[in-house]
């Protein structure tokens, strides 16, 4: 009696949960086509993707806004730009080419520069693009009631006036020369809005955009997914999807999951450790793109009470104790360069200085030397739920090791990222670690913006050259290449002050990460550029 | 019963203030500045000032307490430092399917747990109990991360019958359901054993099986409605927790829930948007404390509420 009343109250239970998971729908008919391949990752060919279902992509955060106006962060920026175009687009080549203004003149005194815009473009709403309406959305992005986290350099200090010529004619008149205006007029923060935009959000941001692009916005679900359409007004070439899904999937894991249960088409950031055996998958093919991005160790050389980093010797020391190769090799599968200069080779101004190879032997001489063969420090590091954070911590380890190796021992401290930036933030004298691990990629591509981390005018709080650096030599050299009006005697001044900061070594330099995205191998299509970001737009399928 | 649930609510607007207050200053104590992480590592120091004064961070703390408390008078939230959005909007974007994914995984773990743990007493010390004994130690110890994981391994990518990720396709809310009910049942399971061995001792039911009464009668009616009192403890504090504490779940499979919203505020800073989350599930917490003792009077007739 006992059996079957027990019985009874299981199937009860057990039918109840059926019922509560009736939902589970038919299995969809994939043609499941097992490989012969005995790889770890469970590898499946791939549905037809098919032109009418749309593209599903997977990214790793959610955007804070949809405006271009507020973008701080290349994936973002990336979904904006396929609805919004900016005046001029950044080439491969790093040089400056077309985008809605077909030609564009600068003045032969550099202070102001003439845009002719293509004729017949439309906004999403309809509106036809015009010189007043380029105007209204650029201004809107001048005024400093709208938020805008980087202005600079087209801000106020820069610019004068923006003054519609006549209908397709743009002039914007500068303060004083830019080297850097028409790469910041490339960037995704001053792409164009149409007036109801500009006009509706003077000092907010709109999370339904009106751009020029070849999709529009269709849709968005906080913290699930962003869906676009394919605007069928668009000047260019058309879109062959008619639908992009973003789906944010925070957990890199879940991200290769839904490549792999084609349940996506695109990953962007991948798990590291999986590459080999997403390389091997012949369903699927990796985009790996050099990025301006540097990875390096910066060491605080203004610690209160003296730091036996000080001493450059014990600098080059430790540059020479970190394996880079075998650490690209075995922590990050090939997905980074070693640097050969203080900033990545893809940098407008970039010249190759050469290598800190891997020697702990000179490592340990030059410790000798420097008066510190037995060193005890301290390494930051940030921590956090991206891939790049949760990578940070084995390549701190892994680097503790190597310095171990050379008679170094180094205390690691993790922090989440907020607390890293607070802790590194600090003006000279007021740090509390010996060394920060951390990276940097200047948005615009140019040498400039990476040379900051070496003068003193940027020394926090002002700025963020937080190994409180500073070389007279390096600093004449940089400003005068700010002035520089002869393209040859710039690179020669940036040339001459990478090679000063290469023997100061200021920092460990370590490597420039690759921007990787994976993508099933019946699409085709997709873009990704030096500044990490990406593009769809012209994604379609393999014929 | 009306005037009681009605002091209840009274009672907890103090409460309420008191979490707003220690939320509001262990935010203040920790490092890190929400202007700085908002206007990125490239913005200049005056772009970063010109932001804190825009979000309203330059001033003292007691004046920034008193707005903050003036707003929520009139049910404002604040504004999300990250995104611009009323925190409101925010939090209402992403209730839904946190209390979607509680409810579920609740229902689900009642059922399974009182079942697992009805029969595991009945079975005392035999073969069944112990085979749903080392269930419930799995469920207990097993990580939320790993188990979603495999769950995904096999149902998504080997079987291909359920997505891997989301909450819009159909049937997406099934994996997580499964991953976060693993550890409630467990404790429901223990729960519904230990109080049903005791009941089943008693007095009472060993005189209404001398009665004749049919066993059915006998354990539901009998034993397990007696039994009842501490699994509606249980199951009302888990389902409590549930409605916190989902991150994980959340993260591994992209759920657009409450947790995760919490977490990307912290380590973003976003003051005002970890202010509303927790105030948030503090009011549920309240509210579920207080729909558990309602229960309690509706189970027990022993029970009166002045």
Redesign the interface.
């Known amino acids: 009696?006992?059996r079957r009343?027990?019985l009874?109250?299981?199937g009860?239970?057990g039918l109840?949960?059926l019922v509560?998971?009736c939902?589970?729908?038919v299995?969809?008919t994939?043609t499941?086509t097992a490989t012969d391949e005995p790889t770890a990752v469970?590898t499946?060919a791939p549905t037809e993707v098919t032109v009418a279902s749309g593209l599903r992509l997977?990214i790793d955060q959610?955007p804070?806004?949809l405006d271009p106006a507020?973008q701080?962060?290349p994936i973002a920026s990336s979904i904006v730009e396929h609805l919004a175009e900016t005046l001029v687009r950044l080439q491969p080549d790093g040089s400056i080419g077309p985008g809605l203004a077909r030609k564009f003149t600068q003045a032969t005194d550099g202070k102001s520069y003439t845009f002719e815009l293509r004729p017949d473009v439309e906004f999403h709403d309809g509106t036809p693009l015009d010189a007043p309406a380029a105007a209204l959305s650029l201004n809107r992005f001048l005024d400093?009631q709208l938020?805008?986290?980087?202005?600079?350099p087209f801000d106020s200090n820069l610019v004068a006036d923006i003054t519609p010529l006549d209908q397709l004619t743009l002039r914007i008149a500068l303060k004083d020369r830019s080297r850097l205006f028409l790469q910041k007029l490339a960037a995704t923060e001053l792409a164009i809005v149409s007036p109801a935009h500009a006009r509706a959000f003077p000092d907010?941001?709109n999370?339904e955009p009106l751009g020029t692009g070849p999709y529009r916005f269709k849709e968005r679900?906080?913290?699930?997914?962003v869906v676009l359409e394919r605007f069928d007004g668009y000047w260019g070439k058309r879109a062959t999807y008619p639908a992009l899904q973003f789906?944010?999937?925070?957990?890199v894991?879940?991200?290769e999951?839904?490549l792999?249960?084609?349940?996506v088409e695109v990953i962007i950031d991948p798990p590291l450790s999986d590459l080999p055996a997403l390389q091997n998958n012949p369903a699927l093919k990796i985009v790996q793109t050099p990025t301006a991005r540097s990875t390096f160790i910066a060491m605080d050389l203004t610690l209160p009470g003296g730091t036996p980093l000080a001493i450059k010797k014990v600098r080059q020391a430790l540059n020479y104790a970190i394996d880079r190769d075998g650490i690209i090799r075995n922590v990050l599968f090939g997905a980074a360069t070693p640097l050969d200069a203080p900033m990545a080779s893809t940098l407008v101004g970039y010249s190759r200085v050469g290598g800190y190879g891997y020697d702990p032997n000179r490592a340990r001489q030059l410790l000798l030397e420097g008066g510190a063969p037995q060193l005890q420090l301290k390494m930051l590091y940030p921590t956090?739920?991206s891939l790049e954070e949760t990578l940070f911590a084995q390549l701190a380890q892994a680097m503790a090791g190597n310095l171990h190796d050379v008679g170094v021992d180094v205390e690691l401290i993790g922090a989440?990222?907020?607390?890293f930036?607070?802790?590194i933030?600090v003006p000279a004298d007021k740090g509390t670690a010996h060394m920060h691990l951390f990276n940097?990629a200047?948005?615009l591509l140019d040498a400039s913006?990476q040379m900051t981390q070496f003068v003193r005018s940027q020394w926090p709080?002002?700025?963020?050259a937080t190994s409180h650096y500073w070389n007279p030599k390096v600093e004449l050299l940089v400003s005068e290449a700010a002035r520089e009006t002869d393209d040859q005697q710039r690179q020669d001044d940036y040339a001459e002050a990478q090679r000063i900061v290469w023997d100061d070594a200021p920092w460990v330099f370590l490597w420039s990460p690759s921007f990787l995205l994976v993508h099933s191998a019946k699409v085709q299509g997709l873009t990704a550029a030096a500044t990490e970001k990406f593009s769809a737009a012209y994604a379609e399928p393999v014929a | 019963m009306l005037h009681y649930v009605a002091r209840r609510l009274v009672a907890a607007v103090p409460t309420l203030l008191g979490v707003s207050i220690v939320v509001f200053l262990m935010l203040r104590l920790?490092?890190?500045?929400?202007a700085?992480?908002?206007?990125?590592?490239?913005?200049?120091?005056t772009?970063v000032e010109?932001?804190r004064h825009?979000l309203g961070l330059d001033q003292p703390a007691p004046v920034q307490y008193a707005q903050f408390l003036m707003r929520l008078a009139h049910f404002d939230l604040g504004t999300s430092v990250?995104?611009?959005?009323p925190v409101m909007y925010?939090v209402l974007?992403?209730l839904p399917?946190t209390i979607e994914l509680a409810a579920?995984s609740i229902?689900?773990a009642a059922?399974?747990g009182?079942?697992?743990g009805?029969?595991a007493a009945?079975?005392h010390n035999q073969r069944?109990d112990v085979v749903i004994s080392a269930l419930m130690l799995f469920g207990i110890s097993m990580p939320v991360y790993w188990f979603g994981?495999m769950l995904?391994?096999v149902f998504?990518?080997?079987?291909?019958?359920?997505?891997?990720?989301?909450?819009?396709?159909?049937?997406a809310?099934?994996l997580p359901t499964l991953t976060l009910a693993a550890f409630s049942v467990a404790l429901i399971a223990r729960m519904t054993r230990s109080t049903m061995l005791e009941v089943l001792r008693t007095d009472y039911v060993r005189t209404a099986r001398a009665k004749g009464q049919m066993?059915?009668v006998v354990?539901y009616g009998h034993a397990l409605r007696n039994a009842m009192l501490p699994i509606v403890t249980v199951i009302g504090h888990q389902f409590g927790t549930l409605l916190g504490g989902a991150v994980l779940t959340e993260?591994?499979?992209?759920w657009?829930?409450m947790g995760?919203?919490l977490?990307?505020a912290l380590?973003?800073?976003d003051y005002p948007v970890v202010q509303g989350v927790v105030l948030t599930f503090a009011a549920l917490f309240i509210l579920v404390n207080l729909a558990v003792d309602v229960l309690y009077g509706m189970i027990d007739p022993r029970i009166q509420y002045a």
Not at chain 1, 260 to 263: G, R, W
Not at chain 2, 30 to 34: A, E, I, Q, W
Request: avoid cysteine; hydrophobic fraction near 45%.
């Open positions: 009696m006992k009343a027990a009874r109250v299981l009860v239970a109840a949960s509560a998971a939902e589970v729908g299995p969809q994939p499941e469970p499946i997977a959610d804070d806004t507020g701080t962060n400093p938020r805008v986290s980087m202005r600079a907010s941001y999370e679900r906080k913290g699930e997914s789906r944010i999937v925070p957990e894991a879940t991200r999951s839904l792999l249960a084609n349940q956090g739920r989440d990222w907020a607390t930036l607070a802790t933030n940097w200047p948005a913006q709080p002002a700025g963020l | 920790l490092p890190g500045d929400p700085r992480i908002v206007a990125g590592l490239l913005a200049s120091e772009d010109t932001i825009q990250r995104t611009g959005q925010e974007a992403r399917w579920t229902a689900l059922l399974l009182i079942a697992g009805v029969v009945l079975y069944l994981l995904i391994v998504a990518i080997k079987l291909q019958w359920l997505p891997a990720a989301g909450s819009q396709d159909p049937g809310w099934i066993e059915r354990i993260t591994v499979f992209g657009p829930g995760q919203l977490v990307d380590f973003a800073r």
